[in-house]
């Protein structure tokens, strides 16, 4: 890469933060809940089971580990911050947490299915509906530092989930005949969850859908693919058309759901359209090899080895990871991730088109 691409993509990213941090128009503090697994995870997996995610992960902007799988900051810090509030604090994580601004309760790893398990979508959802209950408790009992009912009903309820349920199911070997039979059951979780939360005040939502699934270093390396199983940027096709027909399916469902539940706003956001445009087109970004990791080992095509991952053994990290869109085989960079962001900020990207600060307007 040359060093005028590169500047032009530093560049870009400078203006990316810039733009995310000074437009906000929030007349009341923010509130957010987040559920969803470790594209969001902002410390749940390491608070909850105690699991250790080392060095060099979170090098580039925190200085150290804090449990999120990027060099980084993640989408939903980016996100926060553009509403000029703090990270997101993972629900699971008990000392020093105050949860004034909201809980993340996405842990790495999960999915919908199967429920009643650490930690399924469900179990996030009962997770915070014990929160809403103890918040309420203490209320009553005078504290005056817990978020109260109207709290709870402005603020913003983000779902960012399915991508392990289509990953798993691969995985096991399933046809993909079986892969797609199970989406339904998928989107019905989904489903259930919104229609929880909005039965206990919630009104915001904002749902992500999935990612290209078949551009992930580590699925390449897995599945070895040959060329005719791949599409015209170097992904595999039929993990991405099961990741294309859950979405379509995520978005007939949020557009019934916003007939049922005429008191909420239901907003649908296009994260595969916009994490595709990064592989497909990563030179006009100032990214080299999209299907790279940056953290990894084995070098190219993919830098992947599930017996050697990021922070283990002999794995390393590239100098500069603002050269790549993948970290670790699996997640995006901080550099990626504000790209993103800034994508989402557009509303470009949405359904309906409405600005993220919406829900504390």
């Known amino acids: 890469m040359d060093s005028l691409t590169l500047s032009g993509s530093i560049f870009f990213i400078i203006i990316s933060l810039l733009s995310h941090s000074t437009h906000s128009l929030c007349t009341t503090t923010p509130l957010i809940f987040n559920f969803g697994d470790s594209n969001s995870d902002t410390g749940g997996l390491v608070a909850g089971l105690g699991y250790s995610v080392t060095s060099p992960y979170g090098r580039t902007f925190f200085s150290r580990s804090t449990g999120r799988l990027s060099d980084g ?13 703090s990270f997101l604090p993972a629900y699971l994580e008990s000392l020093g947490s105050t949860f004034s601004n909201g809980a993340n309760f996405a842990v790495v790893g999960s999915s919908t299915l199967p429920k009643f398990v650490p930690f399924a979508l469900n179990v996030q959802v009962m997770q915070f ?50 892969v797609i039979k199970r989406i339904p059951l998928v989107l019905a979780e989904i489903k259930n969850a919104i229609k929880s939360i909005h039965d206990n005040g919630g009104r915001k939502f904002w749902v992500h859908n999935t990612g290209p699934l078949g551009c992930l270093p580590q699925k390449l390396w897995f599945v070895q693919p040959s060329s005719r199983a791949l599409d015209p940027h170097g992904c595999i096709s039929t993990y991405n058309s099961a990741a294309k027909l859950f979405n379509e399916g995520l978005r007939h469902l949020c557009t019934k759901l916003r007939s049922e539940l005429k008191d909420s706003t239901i907003v649908y956001v296009d994260i595969y359209t916009i994490k595709y445009d990064l592989i497909a087109n ?35 990290a590239c100098n500069q990871g603002s050269q790549f869109v993948n970290w670790d085989g699996i997640h995006f960079t901080e550099a990626a991730n504000s790209i993103m962001a800034s994508k989402i ?8 088109r409405v600005p993220f600060d919406f829900f504390c307007h």
């Open 73 to 85: 900051r993640l989408l939903i810090d980016f996100l926060c911050q553009s509403v000029k509030s």
């Open 129 to 178: 509906l014990h929160f809403k209950s103890r918040s309420s408790d203490l209320i009553a009992s005078g504290s005056k530092a817990m978020i109260n009912d109207d709290g709870f009903k402005r603020a913003l309820y983000m779902i960012d989930i399915g991508q392990n349920d289509l990953s798993d199911a691969f995985a096991k070997k399933y046809s993909y005949a079986n």
């Open 282 to 316: 990563a030179s006009k970004y100032g990214f080299a090899n999209p299907l790279m990791a940056c953290c990894g080992f084995g070098g190219p095509p993919f830098n992947y080895n599930i017996n050697v991952t990021c922070g283990h053994g002999g794995a390393q």
């Open 345 to 352: 900020l557009s509303q470009q990207y949405s359904t309906p």
